[in-house]
C-alpha cells in the first residue's frame, strides 16, 4: 500500500516538474539540486543505513520468532512457524522494498531522496516492531495454553478422585444391603438356637 501512494506521490512530483510553466530551465535548475542532494554524503549514509538495518534486523527477527515457535508446544508450534514465515516474508520485504524505493528514486526524483529514505526506515521500523508484536502474541499464547492445559488436568484429576469416591461409597452401601437379609436369617437362627436351649 504504501508503495503504491509513494509511486503515485513520484508520478505526480514528475509531471509537476516536467509541466510547470517555469519550462525546461526551472527542470534543469531542480535536477542539479535534486542531484546534488542524492549525491551528498549525509543521503548516501542515510540509505545505506536503512539498507543495512533491513538486511540485519530481517534475520533477528526471524531466530526468535524460530525460538518460539520451538519452545511452544503442538498446535502454538504451527502457528509460531507461520509467524517465523511471516517474518521472514516482512524482512525479505523490507530489505526489496528499500532496495526498489532507492532504485526508484534514483530514476524518477533524486530530489524525494531524505523523504524517501525516511518512509524506508519508518517502514522497517514498522515491520520489526509488528514482528515483535507477533512474537509477543505467540508467546503470551503458548502460556495461555500451557496455563488452560495445566487447569484442566488439575479438575480432571479432581473430579476422578471425586468418581472414585463416590464409586466406592455406592459399593459399600451396595454390599451392605446385599448382606443385610443375610445377616436377618444369622440373627433368627441365633434366635432359635436360644430358644430351644432354655
Do not use: C
Not at 51 to 69: C, F, H, N, W
Not at 115 to 135: H, I, L, N, P, Y
Not at 148 to 160: F, I, W
Request: charged share 30%.
Amino acid at each position: 500500500m504504501n508503495l503504491r501512494l509513494l509511486t503515485l506521490g513520484l508520478g505526480i512530483a514528475i509531471g509537476y516538474v516536467v509541466g510547470a510553466r517555469a519550462g525546461r530551465e526551472r527542470y534543469d535548475q531542480m535536477k542539479s539540486k535534486a542531484t546534488e542532494l542524492w549525491e551528498s554524503p549525509r543521503v548516501t549514509r542515510a540509505r545505506t543505513s536503512v539498507e543495512e538495518y533491513a538486511r540485519t534486523q530481517g534475520p533477528i527477527l526471524l531466530d526468535k520468532a524460530e525460538a518460539v515457535a520451538q519452545a511452544t508446544p503442538g498446535f502454538v508450534a504451527s502457528a509460531a512457524k507461520d509467524v517465523a514465515k511471516t517474518t521472514r516474508e516482512v524482512a525479505e520485504s523490507a530489505r526489496g522494498t528499500a532496495k526498489e524505493f532507492a532504485e526508484t528514486a534514483t530514476a524518477s526524483a533524486k530530489d524525494f531522496a531524505e523523504t524517501a529514505m525516511g518512509s524506508a526506515k519508518d517502514f522497517a521500523d514498522r515491520a520489526s516492531t509488528s514482528a515483535q508484536d507477533v512474537v509477543g502474541r505467540v508467546t503470551h499464547t503458548a502460556g495461555g495454553v500451557r496455563d488452560n492445559a495445566t487447569k484442566t488436568s488439575a479438575e480432571l484429576r479432581e473430579r476422578g478422585e471425586s468418581a472414585i469416591d463416590r464409586a466406592f461409597t455406592t459399593v459399600g452401601k451396595a454390599r451392605d444391603e446385599a448382606l443385610a437379609p443375610l445377616d436377618d436369617d444369622e440373627n433368627e437362627d441365633e434366635d432359635d438356637v436360644t430358644t430351644s436351649q432354655k
